[in-house]
């Protein structure tokens, strides 16, 4: 690899980047930029910042075109340093601005009213979040409407606490005598034969509600909270599903 370039090689950079180079100027760059490792990786940073000098046109500093001058107008040496340094910049500030809404994004899923919240160990043995305020347990405590069910073939059990909102329904499931490993979903049914995942979960291998467990962890129920779009006189009954297909446990809605 070679060494960084002089600051000449470094606008000619710039300048081509911005396709004001001559054709004598644009062959010789060319012939320089197959053997330049660094001008080639500062080329790619700065591919596509065509559309970008109209917005830059207007920094501080960047000069003002005289009457019956224009963008295309080629500018001098120093504007294109300013330039490629402006863009350089602005990139480097739109990645950082794109984490911040991955970042942002996130919290929003996991505060959004429709997510899957599960309480249930972790796999360190300890009790996870249930050591503490667990939402899901709280809200399926909260929420007064309560359907049981128990599947007579898998013996799993699901309570399913339910709330209508401006939105839908907000529903937590309490299950028990389940074992993993396994992927599951919290299934509503409409009256009108719709069907809308609630939420969705895995169940590690220790299992959740096993009365005869060794472990605190996995005697302990799980709980899982979502929403659907029915509101609560819309839906018929609620289903655990794995992903495979199979059905653990069927409510019947009140």
């Given at each position: 690899?070679?060494?960084?370039?002089?600051?000449?090689?470094?606008?000619?950079?710039?300048?081509?980047?911005?396709?004001?180079?001559?054709?004598?100027?644009?062959?010789?760059?060319?012939?320089?930029?197959?053997?330049?490792?660094?001008?080639?990786?500062?080329?790619?940073?700065?591919?596509?910042?065509?559309?970008?000098?109209?917005?830059?046109?207007?920094?501080?500093?960047?000069?003002?075109?005289?009457?019956?001058?224009?963008?295309s107008?080629?500018?001098?040496?120093?504007?294109?340093?300013?330039?490629?340094?402006?863009?350089?910049?602005?990139?480097?500030?739109?990645?950082?601005?794109?984490?911040?809404?991955?970042?942002?994004?996130?919290?929003?899923?996991?505060?959004?009213?429709?997510v899957?919240?599960?309480?249930?160990?972790?796999?360190?043995?300890?009790?996870g979040?249930?050591?503490?305020?667990?939402?899901?347990?709280?809200?399926?405590?909260?929420?007064?409407?309560?359907?049981?069910?128990?599947?007579?073939?898998?013996?799993?059990?699901a309570?399913?606490?339910?709330?209508?909102?401006?939105?839908?329904?907000?529903?937590?499931?309490?299950?028990?005598?389940?074992?993993?490993?396994?992927?599951?979903?919290?299934?509503?049914?409409?009256?009108?034969?719709?069907?809308?995942?609630?939420?969705?979960?895995?169940?590690?291998?220790?299992?959740?509600?096993?009365?005869?467990?060794?472990t605190?962890?996995?005697?302990?129920?799980?709980?899982?909270?979502?929403?659907?779009?029915?509101?609560?006189?819309?839906?018929?009954?609620?289903?655990?599903?794995?992903?495979?297909?199979?059905?653990?446990?069927?409510?019947?809605?009140?």
């Amino acid at each position: 690899m070679q060494g960084s370039p002089s600051p000449s090689e470094h606008e000619t950079v710039g300048a081509y980047a911005l396709g004001i180079l001559d054709d004598a100027e644009a062959t010789a760059f060319e012939a320089h930029l197959a053997g330049c490792e660094w001008c080639a990786q500062q080329l790619d940073e700065l591919a596509g910042m065509e559309p970008m000098l109209a917005a830059l046109a207007d920094l501080p500093g960047a000069g003002t075109p005289a009457i019956g001058e224009s963008l295309s107008a080629k500018p001098g040496p120093r504007l294109v340093e300013k330039l490629v340094v402006e863009v350089s910049d602005r990139r480097a500030q739109k990645r950082r601005r794109s984490l911040y809404m991955i970042a942002a994004g996130v919290a929003l899923v996991i505060g959004g009213p429709l997510v899957a919240v599960a309480a249930g160990g972790d796999d360190s043995g300890g009790t996870g979040i249930e050591a503490g305020v667990s939402p899901a347990k709280s809200a399926f405590e909260t929420l007064s409407d309560k359907v049981t069910g128990t599947d007579p073939g898998t013996n799993v059990t699901a309570t399913v606490a339910m709330g209508e909102k401006a939105w839908g329904t907000e529903a937590v499931v309490e299950l028990k005598n389940v074992a993993g490993p396994n992927k599951c979903s919290l299934i509503a049914v409409g009256k009108n034969g719709e069907r809308e995942t609630i939420s969705s979960w895995s169940v590690p291998e220790w299992g959740y509600g096993l009365p005869d467990a060794k472990t605190e962890q996995a005697k302990n129920p799980l709980y899982v909270q979502g929403g659907a779009a029915f509101t609560p006189n819309e839906i018929d009954h609620f289903e655990v599903m794995t992903f495979d297909g199979k059905k653990l446990v069927e409510v019947d809605a009140p």
